[in-house]
């Protein structure tokens, strides 16, 4: 019996296009030029930025399992699929920030061109600009650059979706494989959320099939007979084999090929995270904090996203693949609104569809389509109208940023129009005047929709290129600031003093072995930690423990110096930051929204100093200590 493909394919031509394969060489190196763009972008100063808390711990607990003789107890982790990828990293390139965020960065480039799974449902045209909207987004690049396994989880979902669509489509029982060892991997070795994932997915599914079943009763088509090809897809398939092969594959990740057997613990944790993570949410982190992280962040991907809505219901013409995204979308929305362990890198699974929505609006804008009162219209007038639009963004954004500066003031007196210096004014007035009489005058030339057209794709264009800077100062230049909202609790860069100080020590100490003496009064999972992660002779100690005569301590920071019996040197060292964002008002908002500009900044939350007793620190020899 022959079956009919669960997800239609789009229109005719464009199928042919797309079956012929890679016929275009200039779709070739456009890909080449976004994964470049891509690895570059997450590659590039990637051991700059510190640990957070959550990575940290993540990195430590495969640390200390490749190197035995590193100092506190054994972690268990949260993700087994992180902690296999750590210990490869790190048996292979060390302990560093760079090798444990390399793996997650890769897969973060692999998603930016993951919409070529679907080329051939979303087309050519659609599936490279699905794709540079990805490599341009701040959630993607900022979530790429840290250690966080929602990246994984996106990229292992989407594989398992690709493989479901493929296995309704040929019936083959490799395709029926993967997608189980997909939903195996997302709900027993990535992340905590991962079983959310695989609901979402599930729920959408059904959704869509109902959906497409309505459509063809409507249509007049027998709907016993697509029951009968649901039937026999589930009857034949493989639960024997695949079960044993996703069975297998949990065992041998969590385990790292049999090297480690307590590594199973790691499955059980991760189930536990998940339901803790019901009422358990993060340190200093508002409600629904992905939703607010996708609309502070990309708001123009929301409102495509919208268009594109409100356009397919008002023609009719939604594709089971839209109705899918829309789906997801709207499921992602309701989970980030109920479950609070979510962080902000969950954003990502509501920019991703959202992403794919805002895609057919743009390959539309970007489809040559001649204006039905202007027949003679040149095709290089859109850009014209794209190049004029992005030179008045330019203009704007120059002295909204100023006036953003000029209305952040301490509210002390209240706000007057003198504040804002008249020269922004009058440049804003004329760059809007420039926006209507451009439209008009392009208009009565061009046509209306040409006009429209290529000012819809200059302000994306402007969009696309403000959003890589967002992203690089989200993931570098402000990664240890908390007045930037992805950051809620950022490690300070003060850490990596602190360990320059440490390994100073050590040279001088024990010709650069890690051999001297270190006792800290810090948790033995967290950044601290991390920071002592060479040395093997740290003695990790309860609070409130008595300290007195040794050598290097490392405790926490209290009003009165301790009485540590004896003369000591002491040197403060901040290890978090952190700052409250409700103290935005209105008229400021402006400010730190463009420019991060506040009146307030952080302030430390967490500090750590590090003692010497004088004889250390006069570098005495041991012997005459």
């Known amino acids: 019996m022959e079956v009919s493909p669960l997800i239609e394919s789009p229109p005719s031509r464009t199928v042919e296009a797309s079956s012929r394969g890679w016929v275009v060489n200039g779709e070739m190196l456009a890909y080449i030029a976004l994964v470049v763009l891509a ?11 510190p640990l957070t808390e959550r990575e940290a711990r993540q990195a430590l607990a495969a640390w200390r399992v490749v190197y035995p003789d590193a100092a506190g107890s054994l972690i268990v982790p949260e993700s087994p699929l992180l902690f296999a990828l750590h210990s490869v990293s790190f048996s292979v390139l060390g302990a560093s920030e760079f090798a444990a965020r390399i793996a997650t960065a890769l897969a973060g480039a692999l998603l930016t061109v993951s919409p070529l799974l679907f080329r051939r449902l979303l087309g050519p045209g659609r599936t490279l600009i699905f794709s540079l909207m990805l490599a341009c987004s701040p959630v993607l690049l900022a979530s790429s650059r840290l250690d966080v396994p929602a990246v994984w989880s996106l990229l292992v979902a989407l594989s398992g979706t690709w493989a479901m669509w493929r296995y309704w489509e040929s019936a083959e029982p490799r395709f029926a494989i993967l997608t189980t060892i997909s939903a195996a991997a997302l709900v027993l070795l990535i992340e905590p959320t991962g079983v959310f994932l695989l609901v979402i997915l599930i729920v959408g599914g059904f959704l869509l099939g109902w959906r497409l079943r309505r459509r063809d009763q409507d249509a007049g088509e027998d709907e016993t007979l697509r029951q009968e090809q649901f039937s026999q897809r589930w009857a034949i398939w ?8 996703a069975l297998v594959l949990v065992v041998l990740v969590s385990t790292m090929f049999l090297l480690y057997p307590a590594g199973l613990s790691a499955v059980g944790e991760l189930l ?36 594109a809505v409100w356009r397919s219901r008002r023609r009719l013409a939604w594709s089971a693949l839209d109705r899918f995204l829309l789906g997801w979308s709207l499921l992602v929305s309701v989970f980030v609104l109920l479950y609070s362990g979510a962080g902000p890198e969950h954003a990502l699974w509501l920019v991703f569809p959202l992403t794919g929505l805002a895609s057919v ?5 970007l489809s040559p389509e001649q204006d039905v009162l202007w027949w003679d219209t040149p095709e290089w007038s859109r850009w014209v109208v794209a190049l004029g639009v992005v030179a008045v963004c330019v203009l704007l954004t120059i002295h909204l940023q100023s ?4 209305l952040v003031t301490d509210g002390s007196t209240p706000f007057q129009l003198t504040n804002l210096n008249a020269y922004n004014v009058v440049w804003l007035v004329i760059g809007l005047l420039i926006l209507v009489i451009g439209y008009f005058l392009a208009s009565s030339v061009w046509g209306e929709g040409t006009t429209l057209r290529g000012a819809v794709v200059g302000l994306l264009g402007f969009a696309l290129v403000t959003s890589l800077g967002s992203g690089w100062h989200v993931a570098v230049t402000n990664a240890d600031q908390p007045i930037e909202l992805w950051n809620r609790n950022p490690t300070s860069g003060e850490t990596r003093l602190l360990r320059q100080t440490l390994m100073q020590l050590s040279d001088r100490e024990t010709s650069g072995f890690p051999k001297i003496p270190v006792t800290a009064q810090v948790a033995d999972d967290g950044v601290v930690a991390w920071l002592l992660r060479d040395f093997p002779n740290v003695e990790y100690i309860p609070a409130g423990s008595l300290v007195r005569g040794q050598e290097i301590l490392l405790l926490p920071d209290v009003p009165e110096p301790p009485d540590l019996g004896g003369p000591y040197v002491g040197q403060r060292f901040v290890i978090h930051t952190a700052w409250n964002f409700t103290n935005i008002d209105l008229t400021s908002f402006w400010g730190w929204w463009m420019q991060r500009r506040t009146l307030t900044g952080a302030m430390p939350s967490d500090v750590t100093v590090l003692w010497l007793r004088q004889d250390v620190y006069d570098g005495l020899p041991a012997d005459e200590r």
């Open 238 to 245: 493989p639960w024997v084999s695949a079960g044993l092969l």
């Open 39 to 49: 690895l570059t972008l997450r590659l590039a100063q990637l051991d700059v930025v």
């Open 403 to 406: 006036l953003g500066r000029a």
């Open 272 to 307: 536990t995270a998940a339901l803790r993570g019901l009422t358990e949410g993060r340190t200093n982190q508002p409600f629904a904090f992905p939703l607010l992280v996708s609309l502070f962040y990309e708001p123009l991907i929301w409102v495509l996203a919208a268009f």
């Open 361 to 365: 609006v743009v390959n539309d804008l």
